[in-house]
């Protein structure tokens, strides 16, 4: 039996090989444990917090769903928002971020160096396993309700923002709806994905961000955000079924941006244009350059997969961009999965010519040995 891969067998490596890097069920109760405690004890009746009617929420990847296991023995983020709702009185930004601190600290379990203040948040290290970064926010009296200012010790001053809004932004684009739990003092966490929960644009961007901390892992100064990683892909992304397609469409869309530009691409935050997410390359324009340089590398190297080879090819090439490790385990995964289908009959192909389990609209497969062993 050949082993060239189908470009929808392609895709279903792709979607192993995101499978294995997104964080695992047991790092993700640990850190929805700590996001719920740190998240109780802000908000608590005696907290000096109190009185100004906290809400706490996450954001970022864990929100959106498209968090990566970091490299090596990187700790992962878990971002979340302290957002106080009866403000008005707050008028300095630096006070609160030192009240949102100084609440953390008391509690001894966050003692520093444990919890740390940064320029804008409040870090708590669990050292070995995740960090949570805590942003003071409160409401911006000039926006909507999802609409928040939050405190920049750089500047001192406020810097808008709208988590919640460019998380609803990003489920759009994703057909992704998750229905949150308003009433909640402290709002849960999405639940945890699996591999046949995951939609073509989330592997996406999860494959992106993979790519880049690999691209730009002995230059963490030029690395770009993973919000600005995530902004690109989700308006370059054009609905496509296959992550293959998709990942395919948002490259060539994010170099023809870049092509057009006179200078570093200016990405805001689609729903609140006060607050630009490429800050970065807007201070460093070589920032931008190494990752545009990066960018025609990626795609260059993407475009080489699709042009045939056996197994043993393909698994290298995308060992390179993802790496080799986790492409090594998914390709095995993928490996042992069709063959162990194959030996029950239970293997398919559905209408669009996707590998599947057995369903109402699917081809039986016969067994066979895979590649020919």
């Known amino acids: 039996m050949s082993n060239e891969l189908s470009n929808n067998q392609l895709a279903y490596v792709l979607e192993l090989i995101c499978n294995r890097l997104q964080i695992t069920p047991t790092q993700y109760a640990l850190a929805e ?11 608590a009746e005696d907290s000096p917090l109190y009185k100004y009617q906290p809400i706490i929420y996450p954001q970022g990847s864990f929100r959106i769903r498209t968090t990566v296991r970091p490299l090596g023995r990187e700790e992962y983020d ?7 709702l009866d403000d008005a009185s707050i008028e300095d930004p630096m006070k609160l971020l030192d009240d949102v601190y100084d609440r953390i600290i008391s509690n001894d379990l966050y003692k520093p160096p444990i919890a740390e203040k940064k320029n804008r948040c409040v870090c708590i290290n669990y050292k070995g396993d995740f960090h949570l970064d805590i942003l003071p926010a409160r409401s911006d009296p000039q926006g909507d309700r999802n609409h928040i200012l939050v405190p920049d010790k750089k500047t001192k001053e406020w810097k808008a923002s709208n988590p919640i809004g460019y998380a609803d932004w990003f489920e759009e684009k994703a057909r992704v709806i998750i ?22 644009l989330q592997q996406t961007v999860q494959l992106f961000k993979r790519w880049s901390r690999l691209a730009f892992k002995d230059d963490d100064d030029s690395m770009p955000p993973s919000i600005v990683l995530t902004t690109l892909a989700a308006r370059n992304y054009k609905k496509e079924l296959l992550v293959t397609a998709a990942l395919s469409g948002v490259l060539d869309g994010i170099l023809l941006e870049t092509r057009n530009s006179t200078g570093p691409l200016v990405v805001l935050n689609p729903t609140n244009e006060k607050e630009c997410l490429s800050e970065k390359w807007i201070e460093n324009p070589k920032r931008y350059n190494k990752f545009s340089d990066a ?22 090439k995308l060992g390179k961009l993802f790496g080799e490790d986790v492409v090594r385990l998914s390709v095995n995964d993928f490996a042992n999965e069709m063959q162990s289908k194959r030996k029950t009959e239970v293997l398919g192909i559905d209408k669009s010519g996707i590998l ?6 699917v081809v039986k497969v016969k067994p066979n040995t895979f590649y020919g062993t």
């Not at 878990?78 to 106080?84: H, P, Y």
């Not at 229905?179 to 073509?200: F, H, I, M």
């Open 33 to 43: 444990e700590k996001y719920k405690a740190v998240g109780n004890w802000l908000g």
């Open 78 to 84: 878990v971002d979340l928002v302290c957002q106080l």
């Open 179 to 200: 229905k949150l739990l308003e009433a909640a003092r402290v709002e849960p966490l999405p639940r945890y994905q699996t591999l046949s929960d995951k939609l073509p």
């Open 295 to 316: 960018l025609v590398l990626f795609k260059k190297e993407w475009d080489s997969l699709f042009l045939g080879g056996g197994m043993p090819l393909i698994s290298a």
């Open 356 to 361: 599947t389990g057995l369903g109402s609209a």
